[in-house]
Structures are given as structure tokens and as C-alpha cells.
């Protein structure tokens, strides 16, 4: 487990799909080499990631940003893309707006952000449309 | 069931270099939709799939999926094989379409979710 908190920053990239998952990717081996235990690991991969193609398929590109501290992993992904009009609709499951691009690569399910509420303990999406989002997820460690 | 065992009812060719033939499935998972399987797969599952791009490796890097299949005869690009030796995950290919694939597997004693 992480002693003090680390701070780790990921500049996503919203024209790439083949780099799509990178920032995750790091954030799951940095977690196996703290020792964060299995389940906890699979949980943050799982909200990292989902988090991660959503900034990049409907964010437009963006941020994200890690803090692994001894309790908990806080997640958050911040972008200017277009937002999100009635985040209770887009929290449903099934409901998507994704485009036939991102359908091709196997997304577009609307299974996203429940799935990110499912394996996070907490998450809270703040959104303007025209301006942008930010999600925060928050896992605890114990 | 042994991956040796399942290369051999999908009639399929291994794709990634490294030792296969004894790693072991406990379940299958077919499907196209990546977010369901992030949403359902259990452990020591196999994938097969139809999908051929990079995020199909990503995916089951963040589920610790070891094993895809991918089916009606694709073959990833060089690319997608690279990250997918990187990961340890082993690639194949088999002629069969994904019902098919599935239903073989299936029909051989791989079960679904672990049972
Ligand atoms: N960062 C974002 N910016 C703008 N809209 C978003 C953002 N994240 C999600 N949405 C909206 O919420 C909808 C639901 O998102 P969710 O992740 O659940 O499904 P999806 O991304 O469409 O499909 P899946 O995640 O199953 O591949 C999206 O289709 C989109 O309309
Ligand atoms: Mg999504």
C-alpha cells in the first residue's frame, strides 16, 4: 500500500483510439506494485478504463487525474467536450450516443458510466453542456 | 479446461509466441461489446470475439483475461499481437463463426460464468 499519497497525472488523447486505455493501463501496474490487493486493483482498472474511453469518445479528450493514498484511490477525469444534458438518462443502462466510430472498437453499449458506478464506491459527474464534465470516482483500500 | 484442448475442438492456430498449450479456462465469454464484458466476465475466463482492434487486448488486460479467440477467421494486426505478447495474453484464431465457436466450447464442458 501507498505510504503517503501519490499523485499521478495523464493527459488523454481524444483523437487516438489505439493509445486509448494507456493512463489505465499505468494505473493498474502502479496499483500490483504498491500491493493494493487483488479485488480493489480490479475495481479501479475497471472505472480507470471506462472512465478513459468515455473522455476520449464523447469528452473529446482530456485529463485524468490519480491520488493512491492508504485508504483510498480517487479517480477523475475532467474534459471540454460537448457535456452531458440529463445525467440521469446517461446513467441508465443501455442508454448510449456513441458514434458508429466508437461502436466499430466495441463500445457504445450505455454500460459505461453504470458499470463505473458499480465498481466504485462513490462517483459524482458534474457536467455543463457546451463546456465540458468531470467525473470522480472514489475506491477505498481496506 | 487446458487451452491445448480448446485450440483443438476450434480447430485453431495460435497466434503469440509464448508457451500455451498447458495454461488453463475456467469460463468463456463471447461477445462484442466491450463494456459487457467489463461488466460481467469472471476470472480465468476466455474471450471470443469478433473485434480485432487494440482495445480488445486492453480490455482484458483491466479483467485479467489471458486467452482470446478471435473468430470467422480474423487475424489481428502486428500491432494488437505485440501488445497482447506484452500482457501475456495468448491470441488465436479459429475458422469458426462466434455462435459456432461458443457452442463447441460449450458443448466440450466449458461452462459460462465459472459454473
Ligand atoms: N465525458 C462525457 N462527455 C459527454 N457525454 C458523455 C461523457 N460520458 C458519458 N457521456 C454520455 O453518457 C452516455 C452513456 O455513457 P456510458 O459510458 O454509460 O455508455 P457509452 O460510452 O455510450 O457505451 P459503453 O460505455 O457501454 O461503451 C454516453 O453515450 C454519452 O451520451
Ligand atoms: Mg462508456
Not at chain 1, 103 to 112: I, K, V
Request: hydrophobic share 40%; aromatic share 6%.
Amino acid at each position: 500500500m501507498a505510504e503517503k499519497t501519490i499523485n499521478l497525472h495523464y493527459t488523454i488523447d481524444g483523437n487516438n483510439f489505439t493509445t486509448a486505455g494507456q493512463a489505465s493501463s499505468n494505473i493498474k501496474k502502479v496499483l500490483k506494485q504498491l500491493g493494493v490487493y487483488p479485488e480493489a486493483i480490479r475495481k479501479a482498472a475497471i472505472s480507470m478504463y471506462e472512465g478513459e474511453i468515455n473522455t476520449i469518445i464523447h469528452g473529446k479528450g482530456g485529463e485524468a487525474n490519480v491520488a493512491i493514498s492508504p485508504e483510498t484511490i480517487t479517480i477523475v477525469f475532467t474534459d471540454n467536450g460537448p457535456g452531458i444534458s440529463d445525467i440521469d438518462k446517461a446513467m441508465q443502462e443501455g442508454f448510449s450516443t456513441a458514434t458508429d466510430e466508437a461502436r466499430e472498437l466495441g463500445f457504445g453499449a450505455g454500460m459505461g458510466l453504470p458499470n463505473m458506478k458499480k465498481y466504485s464506491d462513490s462517483m459524482t459527474i458534474e457536467s455543463q453542456v457546451g463546456k465540458g464534465t468531470t467525473v470522480t470516482m472514489i475506491i477505498k483500500l481496506n | 479446461m487446458k487451452l491445448k484442448q480448446v485450440s483443438e475442438i476450434l480447430h485453431a492456430k495460435v497466434l503469440t509466441k509464448a508457451p500455451w498449450e498447458d495454461l488453463e479456462v475456467q469460463s468463456a465469454c463471447g461477445c462484442d461489446l466491450m463494456s459487457d464484458v467489463l461488466a460481467f466476465v469472471k476470472n480465468q475466463a476466455l474471450l471470443l470475439t469478433g473485434l480485432v482492434n487494440p482495445q480488445v487486448i486492453r480490455t482484458c488486460e483491466m479483467m485479467d483475461i489471458k486467452t482470446v479467440v478471435f473468430v470467422r477467421g480474423k487475424v489481428p494486426q502486428a500491432p494488437v499481437l505485440e501488445l497482447a505478447e506484452d500482457m501475456g495474453i495468448t491470441i488465436m484464431t479459429t475458422d469458426f463463426p462466434l455462435y459456432i465457436a461458443c457452442g463447441e466450447l460449450y458443448k466440450n464442458g466449458l461452462g459460462g460464468r465459472g459454473e
